[in-house]
């Protein structure tokens, strides 16, 4: 039996090739970012306090919270746009619905 099987099938390399740098994927991009000094302090520090296994880990932590912190700010700005729509009947109605539910967790809880 011949072993041709890989000798002579090697894939040329194109620019579209990616090097993975480990084995395993992790589904995170790299990134290289430039801080002052005082800012890589803050983060070396930090990290280990906020109980982060790295600075990339408190970092990530840190942009997940901005984002989340963004996406509230959107989404309390279109419920207010929202209500702000709102008639002055439509409003009232809404108002005296809320009432009723209340009034239904009030009873529910004694």
Partial sequence: MNNVHTTD???P???TTRRKTSGRSSGKDRITVSLSKERIRFLKAHSGQGGAPSVSAYVERLVADAQARA???KLGAHTALYYDSLSAKE???LSAWGEVGESALATGEE
């Fill in 9 to 11: 099938m090697r894939m």
């Fill in 71 to 73: 996406e509230l700010e």
């Fill in 13 to 15: 390399r194109t620019r």
């Fill in 91 to 93: 409003a009232a109605e």
